[in-house]
Each structure stands twice: as structure tokens, then as C-alpha cells.
């Protein structure tokens, strides 16, 4: 699966954690009899070959599996012209898969009028939508689902324990980090259910030791390990 990211600058260090994450599936992909490969500027021949080096970039492009593109605060003239070509080559041979990520502004934060007249080209002449992302770990949960629907494989691959969510063993998102769980009710009344519960049935266990025949102790340890479970 190759994939090729593009961005401006500004989310340099969003680039750099993205490579890292694609790296950790390729070890994981490769015990499934898969390779994962992502197309990164940083690490390509800096060297002239005789040819505009945006070129050699577009051609790195073309036969990508996945396109993804991120932007914050501007839309460069380099990522402008990649989206173009990958747009091309997918009205040609439906690929690469096309993933467009924005992250959130910031307070008094504000886009660029390239970024505002991308937005609106892609919502009112193509029909296409991006996603939002706050932080690494709504980017690479989202990125991570689609790869995995990409395969076919199912969303129960990716696993929730104490709040950490991870695929084969790798994390990808902290739930505390993801916006839509860190304020939802329902969420932080779990967490810090969570969080009382060891207390309560360390103190209950504590009792039956003392009072082995109350049925009422012994009923509420067993509420309470069930719900904690």
C-alpha cells in the first residue's frame, strides 16, 4: 500500500508523527503478507536529476494507493498542484483514494483565502468533504479506520483498554486526546467510574474477609466487578 502525504511547513512536526505511525502498521502489516509505504519529501534524493524536483515529487504520486493531504492555515502552491494531479490520475484509474485532513484553527486564527476557495471548490464543484482533526490522535485514529475499511478488515481489530485505543499492540489515539470523547458526559462519567471502583471493591473484599457470610457484601463486590469488567 503506498501512500503519499502532502502538506505545507506549518505541520511539520504533524508530517513527522504521521511517518512514524505509518512505519509502526508496516510492522504490522508485514506478518499479514503487506507493505505499507508512505512517500515523504524529507526522505527523498535532494540531488539534481535533471528535472524540476515538484516532478520527480508527481511522480512518486501517481501510482499511490492513498493521497492524503493536510492543511492548517494555508494551501501551498506544491500541495495545490499534487491534490490536482491525484484528483487526475483518480478520474483515470480510481485511484489513489483521495483523504483531505483540516486542522482546527485555533483562537483568533484564521485561513488563508488559497485554503477558503480550496474548501469551497471541493464542497460545491466536487462533492468531496474533509476531515477535522485537533491533534495526532484524531489524525491518525481517523487515518487508521480508513485503512482498515480500505482492507476490508473490521473496526473490532482496534482495541479499548484504560483509555488507550491500539491495533496489535500499537497505539494509536489516547482517549483523553480525542475531542469528541473528552466532552461527552457519558464518557467522563465512565472514567471516573473507573476510577472510584478499585477503591470500593479493595474495601468491600476488606469486609468479606471480616463478615465471609454477608450476603449483602458479597452481592455488592459482585455489582461492583461487573461493572468495573
Not at 477535522?132 to 476490508?152: A, T
Not at 489516547?174 to 458526559?185: E, I, P, R, T, V
Request: proline share 2%; aromatic share 14%.
Amino acid at each position: 500500500i503506498k501512500i503519499f502525504l502532502a502538506s505545507s511547513e506549518e505541520l511539520s512536526s504533524e508530517r513527522y508523527a504521521f511517518g512514524n505511525l505509518v512505519r509502526r502498521l508496516d510492522d504490522i502489516y508485514e506478518k499479514r503478507g503487506i507493505r505499507i509505504k508512505i512517500f515523504e519529501w524529507e526522505d527523498y534524493d535532494a540531488a539534481y536529476n535533471g528535472k524540476r524536483k515538484q516532478d520527480e515529487y508527481n511522480e512518486q504520486l501517481r501510482p499511490c494507493d492513498m493521497f492524503l493531504a493536510l492543511f492548517y492555515k494555508k494551501a501551498g502552491r506544491f500541495t495545490m498542484e499534487e491534490f490536482d494531479i491525484a484528483m487526475e490520475e483518480f478520474k483515470k484509474k480510481k485511484s489513489p483514494k483521495i483523504y483531505i485532513y483540516c486542522k482546527e484553527l485555533q483562537e483568533n486564527e484564521a485561513e488563508s483565502e488559497e485554503l477558503i476557495s480550496f474548501k469551497q471548490k471541493m464542497f460545491n464543484e466536487m462533492g468531496h468533504y474533509w476531515c477535522r482533526f485537533n491533534n495526532n490522535h484524531s489524525l491518525h485514529l481517523n487515518f487508521v479506520m480508513q485503512l482498515l475499511m480500505m482492507e476490508n478488515n473490521k473496526m473490532e481489530d482496534l482495541k479499548l483498554e484504560d483509555g488507550h485505543i491500539t491495533l496489535d499492540g500499537i497505539l494509536i489515539a489516547q482517549m483523553d486526546k480525542l475531542k469528541f470523547a473528552s466532552n461527552d458526559d457519558c464518557y467522563q462519567n465512565m472514567k471516573n467510574r473507573l476510577i472510584e471502583l478499585p477503591e470500593k471493591i479493595k474495601t468491600l473484599r476488606k469486609r468479606i474477609e471480616k463478615y465471609p457470610d454477608d450476603e449483602d457484601f458479597q452481592y455488592d463486590l459482585q455489582k461492583y466487578l461487573d461493572e468495573y469488567n
